[in-house]
């Protein structure tokens, strides 16, 4: 199983465009990658995923 990062720009930045963290983090596992975690309010989420059929 491999780990990824994502680093989403863009996002709670001075009050707009709030997202919160416990959403993305459920967006992820909704998504079914495993091990989801987001880092403090940046938008940056670490996950693992492994590779099935129709993922490319």
Same mark, same amino acid.
């Given at each position: 199983? *491999?780990?990824y +990062? $994502? %680093? %989403?720009?863009g996002i709670?930045?001075?009050?707009? *465009?709030?997202l919160k963290m416990a959403? %993305? *983090?459920l967006l @992820?596992?909704? %998504?079914?990658f495993?091990? +989801?975690v987001t880092y403090i309010q940046s938008g940056n +989420? @670490? @996950?693992? $995923?492994k590779k099935e059929k129709g993922f490319s």
């Amino acid at each position: 199983m *491999k780990t990824y +990062v $994502a %680093l %989403l720009r863009g996002i709670n930045i001075g009050g707009h *465009k709030k997202l919160k963290m416990a959403d %993305l *983090k459920l967006l @992820f596992e909704v %998504l079914r990658f495993d091990n +989801v975690v987001t880092y403090i309010q940046s938008g940056n +989420v @670490f @996950f693992s $995923a492994k590779k099935e059929k129709g993922f490319s």
